[in-house]
């Protein structure tokens, strides 16, 4: 017979409720929307892919592959760069939940399933230097940046996305060997029985916590912020189940409307912070942030690209940086994807492909200059309201689910 709550501690009862279960994902959609906005405040939005690009980056330089960087502009070390250090700490803080609700353990997928995971990454990494961002960057925040780009950047990422899921769906019926095999899981919590994995994820977070120490000592309050919200960013995402893939996936394959819905929750919670922050410094350079030179085609194209690789490796980059720390290693494949791919493309790819288009083909689109805030806001709200109505509607009568 199950304790009431009467009967249990109040310190237990607060740790089972925190890592007794997953938390509902509109419950981690608000929670990261507050979290972007604190990011705005201190500098600027939540973002992913400049973190990757910049461990990638490093690497190049530290193995001699590529050179990144100048004497007059050296490339900043993982360290000091604040979305290098925001994505180690959300592998961090993803790591450490894990272990506090005895959910870590290393999973090794079929070779198939590595493979694609990859090749995912490197589309990923692709996908996101030509569309200059990424789901997070592009979309979740974007569009509380009142980017049109935004918008046509997920208009690719659904288009992406539904190719994809048909090839996985067209792989399955005639080649399903290519992602069968053998698996492994290694270090998991026991069943049963008492399990270190809970006292292991407390010191995880003592150290993280030892790093924002370290870079206040330096007097770096943005490094210290960046320690924290990364930290909290990869608590509640682990937590949660947060992930962009599924909320683009699911309406063409369940009809579930959960990740959808979680997802419009964060975005609407960073769009009332965004337009305020934006709109109180109207002129200055806040104001333009998040809205990236890639109206219209590089968007379309990055977001293609991004959407196919997020679906084959099953992660976008937060989702592979969280489902890393909790083990899985078909995520680690995709994060090294990525960590090849983006500093390449930046390198050789994207620098004379934005060269060949014109200008028209790559802009900047504020639609707050064009129309205003207050009818920029009512668009998003009603394309937000327009994709709610859809998949709950999805939801009922399966019309676009492949299951």
């Given at each position: 017979m199950s304790k009431s709550d009467s009967e249990i501690g109040s310190m237990r009862l607060l740790f089972l409720t925190l890592f007794g279960k997953a938390w509902p994902m509109w419950v981690g959609g608000i929670l990261l929307g507050v979290g972007n906005i604190c990011l705005f405040i201190v500098l600027k939005p939540w973002g992913a892919s400049g973190g990757i690009l910049n461990w990638g980056q490093n690497i190049c330089n530290s193995l001699h592959i590529v050179a990144f960087g100048s004497a007059e502009e050296p490339l900043p070390a993982v360290s000091a760069h604040p979305?290098?250090?925001?994505?180690?700490?959300?592998?961090?803080?993803?790591?450490?939940?894990?272990?506090?609700?005895?959910?870590?353990?290393?999973?090794?997928?079929?070779?198939?399933?590595?493979?694609?995971?990859?090749?995912?990454?490197?589309?990923?990494?692709?996908?996101?230097?030509?569309?200059?961002?990424?789901?997070?960057?592009?979309?979740?925040?974007?569009?509380?940046a009142l980017s049109l780009g935004a918008v046509v950047f997920t208009i690719g990422l659904v288009i992406g996305t539904y190719a994809a899921l048909r090839y996985l769906l067209f792989e399955m019926e005639k080649f399903p060997k290519i992602s069968t095999g053998k698996t492994a899981q290694f270090l998991s919590a026991p069943t049963g029985r008492v399990s270190l994995q809970p006292l292991i994820g407390a010191v995880v977070l003592i150290v993280a916590l030892v790093m924002a120490f370290y870079y206040n000592k330096s007097d770096n309050k943005v490094l210290v912020c960046y320690v924290l919200i990364g930290l909290f960013f990869g608590f509640v995402c682990q937590r949660s189940r947060f992930c962009i893939v599924r909320a683009l996936r699911e309406p063409f394959m369940t009809g579930e409307s959960s990740a959808p819905v979680g997802v419009m929750a964060g975005i609407l919670v960073s769009l009332f912070g965004f337009a305020t922050i934006k709109f109180m410094g109207a002129g200055t350079p806040k104001e333009m942030m998040w809205v990236w030179p890639h109206f219209w085609v590089t968007a379309i194209i990055g977001g293609v690209i991004f959407g196919i690789g997020m679906t084959l490796a099953g992660g976008c980059v937060v989702g592979s940086i969280w489902r890393a720390g909790e083990g899985h290693m078909k995520l680690w494949a995709s994060l090294v994807g990525m960590i090849v791919a983006m500093p390449l493309t930046a390198k050789y790819i994207a620098p004379p492909l934005y060269e060949a288009l014109p200008p028209s083909m790559k802009q900047q689109f504020f639609l707050p200059a064009k129309i205003g805030y207050g009818s920029s806001i009512l668009i998003f709200l009603a394309i937000i309201l327009l994709w709610y109505l859809f998949v709950k509607w999805n939801e009922k009568t399966g019309k676009f689910s492949a299951i």
């Open positions: 979305y290098s250090v925001l994505c180690f700490l959300m592998l961090l803080g993803a790591f450490a939940a894990a272990l506090m609700s005895k959910e870590f353990a290393l999973r090794f997928a079929p070779a198939g399933e590595m493979i694609k995971g990859l090749i995912g990454g490197a589309l990923m990494g692709l996908g996101a230097i030509v569309g200059k961002s990424c789901t997070i960057g592009g979309f979740f925040s974007g569009w509380p």
